[in-house]
């Protein structure tokens, strides 16, 4: 079956620690993306990358960093500079190349830093 | 910049009514999509719905409707005869064609009572 997985479901770490977030996909989409989720809130865009060894600033990219080493890996690193850790992170992928390509999203991972 | 407004935080409908969930955009790319996207309270996101910018008819999908009024730039769904399973966080989103980001709006509760 193709699709996203994200690992693991439920994260908890201390504040201060460094954390990796992983996102998978095999359906041979060019494009992944990372949102945060807050508790009734939008998704607002991290990072996105069209491309291997490429990647872009969203909205509120100031305390994480991604790598794009392979076209079916995106991580998704969250540093101790992030000020409010705590949320939902989604990561999603899709055809590039058209507006008219919805994305796929994985089942998300709930991050709480206490 | 690309800017997507959903204005209705949380809606209550009777079930079997029908119900819409009001989306605006800006862009001034001319070539862009907008989708819809429900979210129940389990995370997932799931794709309802997609119009494009040069679609000269609203988007279908079985009980889902786009009502995509492209001057007022507006792109409003509808869904018809809502059932209990329609309770969940809907989200407009829209991407345009120049960079494959794809921005959301803070999504609308939609609460179908019985």
């Known amino acids: 079956d193709g699709g996203i997985t994200q690992s693991p479901k439920y994260l908890f770490r201390k504040e201060g620690q460094n954390v990796t977030l992983s996102c998978e996909q095999n359906?041979?989409?060019?494009?992944m993306y990372w949102y945060r989720q807050d508790p009734g809130q939008g998704l607002r865009l991290i990072y996105y990358s069209q491309i291997v060894n490429d990647f872009q600033k969203g909205d509120i990219a100031e305390g994480y960093s991604v790598s794009r080493e392979k076209k079916e890996s995106f991580p998704l690193t969250v540093t101790s500079a992030q000020k409010n850790p705590t949320a939902f992170y989604l990561c999603?992928?899709?055809?590039?190349?058209?507006?008219?390509?919805?994305?796929?999203f994985g089942p998300g991972t709930r991050l709480t830093v206490t | 910049a690309q800017k997507i407004t959903q204005t209705q935080p949380g809606m209550f409908v009777q079930e079997k009514e029908a119900v819409t969930l009001d989306c605006t955009y800006d862009t001034s790319d001319p070539s862009y999509g907008l989708f819809w996207y429900k979210q129940p309270s389990s995370g997932e996101m799931i794709f309802l719905i997609y119009q494009g910018s040069y679609d000269q008819q609203n988007a279908t999908e079985g009980r889902y409707s786009l009502n995509f009024q492209k001057a007022r730039k507006s792109a409003n769904l509808v869904i018809s005869a809502s059932q209990l399973g329609d309770s969940a966080m809907y989200f407009c989103?829209?991407?345009?064609?120049?960079?494959?980001?794809?921005?959301f709006g803070k999504g609308t509760r939609l609460h179908i009572l019985p």
């Open positions: 359906l041979n989409h060019d494009a």
């Open positions: 999603a992928s899709s055809i590039v190349g058209s507006p008219q390509y919805e994305q796929y």
């Open positions: 989103a829209m991407r345009d064609f120049r960079d494959d980001k794809i921005i």
